[in-house]
């Protein structure tokens, strides 16, 4: 007896626990038809009351890009006309004519175009002031207009306008689109006769085969070590960065796991092969600009205990986007997981589920970061990045350097130097001048370059609060002082500067006349972080040292 009251009891709380999940479903069902409803009335009488003219299709996008926009900065809605943008994503390919456009003041530029890519074969150069394409003037259209009009089906003969600095009358060039392959390793070389360089700027789906080319590639010139070049990296597939790690580590290796809402976003993903340079001594460079599956990249082999990290703290991205196909050929991309690298740990900086009170998003704080440990048992730690082992901190611009790029001037300045020298000396070779230097800074004059410095605009403040406060004509002596201490001028900061200024405008002149392949390849030989990276590859015990926990 005793045990059927128990059976009943039991059968009576699993009915109330059935029936209140079926309410809760059902109240959210309610409330997911209740909006829906509300948003469809809406439009619909927007869309009919409304004083002027408007474009549904523009009302309903707007829409649903602020809605998205409210959850995170990933979660993002394509219509059928940015099918391209989800292909160029995916394989980094797309039909055009290979260039880089920008904007600059009312005008759409040619800011660099690919090394023998239609744009390139049909003579368009950086500066080129775009007036036209087929006939159809770009004046007052954005970059992804004119990115639209330039893009298109493989094979068509495209005309574009364009205006060049020295030439009186407008030039017409003519490009036949091609499918444009952007590389995921535009470069890769040796730095030395033992150590090899890859730099992957995105994880599409080809980056693991060609990194795994870089990788044999480098391998039959000599490499006995590697470094992986991550800076900039802002991510890509994950499957990618999974097969990346493989190269490195043992068969059946964890190397990520993602966690979602919904159970089939629960996944593991581990090295199903084995690694075609288990054994290599391995530097992986990051940087703020190192992202999503960057992140996986290099927190995998840090706690695998695989590769010496260097350079600065990582984005902190460890969110996990799929993209689903929508009705009308339209497609959303939306975060369904956080991934966790093989210690355990999430590594997302932001938390977007819980917002300050202006909307606003805040870090992860201090006290909720948590610490865990790698293979051998080195600590690391979560919520904010991937901390490098070997940290550098880039040197900061002088605010004249900043200035010259902000304004686009050492840009404008190497344009026109080079349509009057189509040659300069080979990327080993090329050095500023004093003769260049000094024709850049006649340039600077005639362009009436000036601005303002941080600690002048601080000073402009004070004087205004002690005007206000009536403070100024007592201190007016030391103010003077003050201001005849800030005052800056053109001439000077360009000879205080002239180092720094130097070496920017010498990669600036390489990437000009050698594209992108050649900057990249003189970098390597000037850059601090490779050095670095070099250093710890060349010293056995450093190296085994660092991947090894601290006692």
Excluded at 174 to 195: C, F, H, W
Excluded at 382 to 410: C, N
Aim: with cysteine.
């Amino acid at each position: 007896m005793k045990t059927k009251r128990i059976l009943l009891v039991g059968i009576a709380f699993i009915s109330i626990t059935l029936g209140l999940t079926a309410l809760r479903n059902d109240d959210k069902s309610f409330e997911i038809s209740k909006q829906l409803n509300i948003y469809a009335t809406l439009f619909r009488d927007v869309n009919m009351f409304y004083v002027d003219e408007v474009n549904p299709g523009d009302l309903v996008t707007t829409g649903i890009k602020a809605m998205l926009k409210s959850l995170d900065p990933y979660t993002v809605y394509y219509p059928e006309s940015e099918m391209e943008d989800v292909k160029l994503m995916t394989t980094g390919e797309y039909a055009g004519i290979g260039s880089v456009i920008s904007k600059k003041g009312d005008q759409v530029i040619i800011r660099e175009p690919y090394k023998d890519s239609p744009a390139d074969k049909a003579g368009l150069l950086p500066g080129d002031i775009i007036l036209a394409i087929d006939g159809i003037s770009v004046k007052g259209k954005n970059t992804e207009e004119v990115s639209t009009l330039l893009k298109g089906q493989p094979g068509k003969e495209i005309t574009i306008k364009v205006q060049r600095e020295f030439e009186t009358k407008p030039l017409e060039k003519k490009a036949i689109r091609e499918k444009i392959q952007l590389p995921s390793v535009p470069y890769s070389g040796m730095v030395n006769d033992t150590t090899g360089y890859i730099y992957l700027t995105s994880f599409t789906d080809k980056s693991a085969a060609d990194v795994r080319s870089a990788i044999i590639s480098l391998k039959n010139k000599g490499a006995s070590s590697l470094i992986l070049d991550l800076r900039g990296n802002s991510g890509g597939l994950l499957d990618q960065a999974v097969e990346i790690v493989n190269f490195f580590v043992p068969k059946n290796s964890k190397i990520v796991d993602t966690k979602g809402k919904v159970k089939q976003w629960d996944k593991e993903y581990t090295a199903k092969n084995n690694p075609i340079v288990p054994d290599m001594p391995l530097v992986v460079l990051i940087d703020r600009g190192s992202a999503s599956a960057s992140e996986i990249v290099s927190g995998a082999l840090q706690d695998l205990d695989r590769a010496v990290l260097i350079g600065e703290r990582s984005y902190g991205k460890g969110l996990v986007q799929t993209v689903r196909d929508l009705a009308y050929n339209t497609k959303l991309k939306v975060t369904t997981a956080k991934y966790y690298i093989p210690s355990g740990r999430c590594i997302q900086a932001l938390d977007y589920s819980h917002r300050n009170p202006d909307g606003s998003v805040g870090k992860v704080p201090d006290s909720l970061i948590s610490e865990f440990k790698t293979q051998s048992g080195r600590k690391v730690y979560d919520g904010g990045g991937i901390s490098p082992d070997i940290k550098i901190t880039p040197e900061d611009y002088a605010r004249i350097t900043q200035e010259l790029v902000l304004q686009d001037l050492t840009f404008d300045f190497i344009n026109s130097y080079a349509l009057r020298h189509p040659n300069i000396a080979p990327i080993n070779e090329f050095k500023i001048t004093d003769e260049i230097y000094n024709e850049f800074k006649t340039y600077l004059k005639e362009k009436k370059f000036s601005y303002e410095t941080e600690s002048q605009q601080i000073l402009n403040k004070l004087i205004e609060a002690a005007k206000a406060e009536k403070y100024y004509d007592t201190a007016k002596e030391q103010i003077a002082a003050l201001e005849n201490d800030f005052t800056h001028s053109i001439d000077r900061d360009m000879d205080l500067f002239k180092d720094e200024i130097t070496s920017f405008l010498t990669e600036q002149f390489i990437q000009r006349y050698y594209y992108l392949q050649g900057v990249i390849e003189y970098k390597v030989q000037h850059d601090q972080e490779v050095a670095k990276a070099v250093e710890v590859l060349n010293d056995k015990e450093v190296y085994r040292n660092t991947l090894k926990p601290v006692k």
